[in-house]
Every structure is written in C-alpha cells, then in structure tokens.
T-cell receptor, first 114, second 116 residues
Framework: DQQVKQNSPSLSVQEGRISILNCDYT??????FLWYKKYPAEGPTFLIS?????DKNEDGRFTVFLNKSAKHLSLHIVPSQPGDSAVYFC?????????????FGQGTTLQVKP | DAMVIQNPRYQVTQFGKPVTLSCSQT?????MYWYQQKSSQAPKLLFH???????NEADTPDNFQSRRPNTSFCFLDIRSPGLGDAAMYLC???????????????FGPGTRLTVT
C-alpha cells in the first residue's frame, strides 16, 4: 500500500531545458507535500514544499504544482543545470501526525546533460 | 553550522551480531526520526521521538529499537541483524507541526549498514 508514488524511476534532460518530475498520492488527508533532493553519499535536502490549500509554489528555478482533484503534484525545474542531477523524492504529511512525519515516494533520478 | 550528524558513515556487522547506529543534532529540534532506505526504494519510517515520547510504526520489526537519552542524541539498535537489514539508515530532525505551519525535516548523511 504505497500512498506516495513516483512512477518514473529516471529522467534525462538537456541543460537549459525544463525538467518535470511527477508524483501521485492516494491519501486525500495529506495536507503538506515536499520535494527533497539527494546526492550520492549525502542525506536528502529539502527543496520546496506546498500546502494543500495552494496549487502552486515557486522558489527561484523550482516550482511545485498541486492538483488535488487528480491527487498529483509535479516539480518543474527551469532552466535545468548539470548540478541538478540527483535523486528527487516527493513526500507527504497528514494532519493526523502532530510531529510532521513524512511518507516518501521511491524517487526519480534526474540527469541533466551539458 | 547547525546540522544532523550520523556515525559511523559505514558499518559492517555480522549476521546476528547487535549493532548500534548513532545520530546527533545541533538544531535543538524536538522531533527525531529514523528511516530505513533500501536501494531504489522510498525511505521508510521506522520510528520517531517527539521529545521523550516514542512513536513506533506499526510495521517496524521488533528487532529494531531506539533510545533517545537527551534532545541531541538518538540511537538505533538492531538486536539481531539479518541479511535483509542491510540498508542505508537515515536520521532526520524537525520542529513539530503547529497550527497553520509545517516544518521540513533535516537529514543526516546516513549510515550504510552491511550485514555479512
């Protein structure tokens, strides 16, 4: 029973183009969604988040879109840079957790080619 | 810099030999988490502490235990490691949710556990 799914294990894009990473979820109670980036031999680092009351959040080159009716979110990176090459995890949290524990997707490996 | 530190970075243990992984933080966060991540899989939450309050996930095997002696430190004990316990173990910290606010988790670099 995987509540958060990233169906694309990998994505390859050209430097300067847009990268779109997708994530689907099943639990309609999730109220916060986050994206983390992970380089090899490092822990995940927080990238951007969105509350379920919004449909878009932007931070520099990174934008997250939320479609609640479709239970789908996406991360857009524009323009993509070689340093963006990493594994990207989406994660979600439900208000039933007073601590903010997260359910993670299995990750998408992004390769940005120079 | 405030951070989450995990020691050791790489741990090799023998089948059935108890092992302890450690995590420390300088962020003074109330909540500490332990995740298990196997290759190409999602990080899976094992348990977490909210201050001294321990919260075990329903599907975490009894073989996994945890201790949090103070705010800064948290330990993961694997009592009898099996080959299936070989994984990356990630420690994370956060401020707990508040009404209208959500705080991201900060992760350590992880400990890669090998079971021989």
């Amino acid at each position: 029973d995987q509540q958060v799914k990233q169906n694309s294990p990998s994505l390859s894009v050209q430097e300067g183009r847009i990268s779109i990473l997708n994530c689907d979820y099943t639990n309609s109670m999730f109220d916060y969604f986050l994206w983390y980036k992970k380089y090899p031999a490092e822990g995940p680092t927080f990238l951007i988040s969105i509350s379920s009351i919004k449909d878009k959040n932007e931070d520099g080159r990174f934008t997250v879109f939320l479609n609640k009716s479709a239970k789908h979110l996406s991360l857009h990176i524009v323009p993509s840079q070689p340093g963006d090459s990493a594994v990207y995890f989406c994660a979600a949290s439900a208000p039933s957790s007073n601590t903010g524990k997260l359910i993670f997707g299995q990750g998408t490996t992004l390769q940005v080619k120079p | 810099d405030a951070m989450v530190i995990q020691n050791p970075r790489y741990q090799v243990t023998q089948f059935g030999k108890p092992v302890t992984l450690s995590c420390s933080q300088t962020l003074n966060h109330n909540v500490m988490y332990w995740y298990q991540q196997k290759s190409s899989q999602a990080p899976k939450l094992l348990f977490h502490y909210y201050d001294k309050d321990f919260n075990n996930e329903a599907d975490t095997p009894d073989n996994f235990q945890s201790r949090r002696p103070n705010t800064s430190f948290c330990f993961l004990d694997i009592r009898s490691p099996g080959l299936g316990d070989a994984a990356m173990y990630l420690c994370a910290t956060s401020t707990p949710r508040l009404a209208g606010r959500f705080y991201e988790q900060y992760f350590g670099p992880g400990t890669r556990l090998t079971v021989t």
